[in-house]
DNA sequence: TCACCCTTGAAAGTTATTTCCAACCCCCCG
DNA sequence: CGGGGGGTTGGAAATAACTTTCAAGGGTGA
């Protein structure tokens, strides 16, 4: 995906929530109603017809066309066609019993309770709107990259160290750069048939785009793990991988389910070209468990 | 038949097969051929128009709103919307194979579903077995400390440099050390009200094992996160958080699933403490959100 | 402050659905 | 065996729904 303004060519089956929250930040105020209306309540729109639903949300049919569009439907008409699969599917999904927010006075165990509720939320977004051709892409890339450059920053910088990592692990040569300036030196570097990824939940992040950039223009197939597909590190992505924007609170920072997101992206990947160089990867795996071996001391039984 | 009559009110949610064989003696000879269409392949129907149903059935527009009618819906058009519901459900009716290992020769799609599947039974299995009282004096005895150190080697040591950067966020003083001497060397530092927290899945690994056992010696306030609550890291730790140990593969190693169960626990710390220091922990929130906002370039909308 | 571009809704245009109606077919009665 | 009669059918008109176009409004940066 170079110069593609589209997110995405097939329409979604089931993860319209998590799309609307994704796309939510590029649509117009509008547009950003009408996706509240049928994120809030898919099966209520279902029932609606155009003309209903934009005089629900106080807009015009044109603004909910273009809404539909926006959300990867050819019109209004598919797009509500999907709700209706939707509602039906939630109908039989049991009610969530964990749905509020985090607050302030919530006990320990209700912290437990929510955030683990909200990461496997998070989680389920995620697997449901990652695009596996564009995943299956650059695990292609990836598994034969002659190495493989990682840029990250804040919260996305332990990302892509966990992904180096593994990375290294399974005998590719992976690294994650921290230091954008270093980043970029290193970027230069780079070459057809090497691999750059860069991780950015905004996918605004100069930082990482600017290595990111200068590995597109060496020819290096590059790699966006990004929560904004639309946002100005696609345009440098051969490849952009789509992490889910799950709500936030004000005591659960954002950073806390991309990083989530962002983790299971990594790891299907990871999974991916473990996959492709299985033959080299699995000896790998195994001697490097025999190489930490002797730092574990004997288990008190 | 007059073109007015309504077999019953309430137009039926999912029993459509069991309907159309229910009416099926009733209908003409057109209509049968359009209702054995729809109960043969719901979801294809569902992507017909009444123009493209009435082709594929040999009959027209006319007699296809008419069997719509009859099988209880206003029209045609809501016939095909409880269709999309219908074939949604199906769809998801099918059990996937998601309990089953990770296989070297999985699809990409499988790969993300089982991923995040197993990823969500470590959440679910941590939540559950993690022990709230001693989570609760872990987030008191870190919300009122003096500084806060972190041990964590390898993948255990993302885990760690992700708590110190959110708990350096809200205003705390919070260090993961990744070099285990200097690790020791600064544990020498710690007094009573300080607070050492160790993370080691294994509960054995030495280079983490030792500073707290200095922390402890030196009467800090010393937790554990392992998922061996058994293990000798315990030995020097007033308060043990629990880690769930999923099931691990040949493709998915350990690293990855102790990694989401330390995450959430690490995660569930956090909030418990900025709970606890609200008052300058979301001003402190805030502010660093503002430091950011230059580096992000203008969103290409 | 002005020019520009983006956003927006009204209205025209297109497609889908529904209604109407005449032709037809089948069955039964004469 | 032939001629009604009632039900069945599809063509076509009418209506409703959806999509596209376009010009006015509004915000933003120079």
Redesign the interface.
């Known amino acids: 995906m170079k110069e593609s303004f589209n997110p995405d060519s097939p329409p979604a ?2 993860a319209l929530a998590a799309k609307v929250r994704t796309l939510a ?2 649509m117009t105020r509008s547009m950003q109603r009408v996706a509240e209306a049928v994120a809030h309540d898919p099966a209520g729109c ?2 609606l017809t155009v003309t209903g639903l934009a005089e629900l949300t106080g807009t015009s049919e044109a603004t909910v066309v273009r809404t539909a569009r926006l959300l990867g439907y050819p019109g209004y008409r598919d797009l ?3 709700l ?6 939630q109908q ?1 999904g049991r009610a969530p019993a964990v749905t509020a927010d ?1 607050a ?6 209700d ?3 929510k ?2 509720y909200d ?2 939320q998070t ?2 977004d ?2 449901a709107g ?1 695009d ?1 051709v564009q ?2 892409a650059a ?1 292609a890339a990836a598994a034969t990259a002659r190495r493989i450059d990682i840029y990250g920053v ?2 996305s910088s ?1 990302v892509g ?2 992904l180096a ?2 990375l290294l ?1 399974i005998g590719l040569i992976a690294h994650a750069h921290m230091d954008p300036h270093l980043a970029v030196t290193n970027a230069v570097q780079l070459r057809p048939g090497d691999v750059a990824i860069a991780i950015t939940h ?1 996918g ?4 990482v ?1 600017e290595p990111l950039r200068v590995a597109f223009d060496r020819g290096a197939t590059t790699v966006a793990i990004t929560g904004r597909p ?3 590190v696609s ?1 440098y992505a051969d490849h952009v991988l789509t992490t889910s924007t799950a709500r936030e609170s ?4 954002a ?2 389910s991309s ?2 997101s962002q ?2 992206v990594v ?2 990947l990871f ?2 070209v ?2 492709r160089t ?1 033959e080299t990867a ?1 000896p790998a ?1 195994s001697a490097s468990y025999e190489a ?1 071996a002797h ?7």
């Open positions: 089956p089931a930040p590029s279902a029932a509500r066609l999907a209706a699969g939707l509602a039906a599917h039989s985090i302030v006075d919530d006990s320990i165990a912290v437990v309770t955030l683990a990461e496997q989680l389920a995620t697997a990652l596996t995943l299956g695990v804040g919260a332990l160290q966990d990592q593994k692990r905004s605004s992040t100069g930082d785009i639309d946002g100005p345009q004000e005591l659960r920072p950073a806390m990083r989530t983790l299971l790891d299907c999974i991916g473990a996959q299985y699995a795996l930490l730092r574990h001391t004997p288990r008190s039984r």
